[in-house]
């Protein structure tokens, strides 16, 4: 399994941003180009992808703030 973090946009300790939305849904197959995600932090907005490809399953909803670096999603690997 592997991890998909909200990206590090800030520099600060206790900078949090948002899932601005979400471009799959948990089951949902995906690869290292699929985009999944945009998130934003203060007037910074980002793309997210998965490192590698499989079923991903997400952890937070859209809208959410979460902290930068927490985990947002997971890929687990296709056998």
């Known amino acids: 399994m ?33 985009l999944i995600a945009e998130v934003a932090v203060d007037k910074v ?9 499989g079923t991903i399953t997400l952890l937070v909803e859209e809208e959410a703030e979460v902290p930068l670096g927490s985990i947002i999603a997971s890929v687990t690997p296709n056998r």
Do not use: N
């Open 2 to 34: 592997s991890d998909v973090l909200f990206p590090r946009l800030s520099t600060a300790d206790d900078a949090t941003g948002v899932i601005v939305s979400w471009f799959v849904d948990t089951g949902d197959e995906v690869t290292p180009k699929t």
């Open 45 to 53: 907005d980002a793309e997210v992808y998965p490192e590698i490809a």
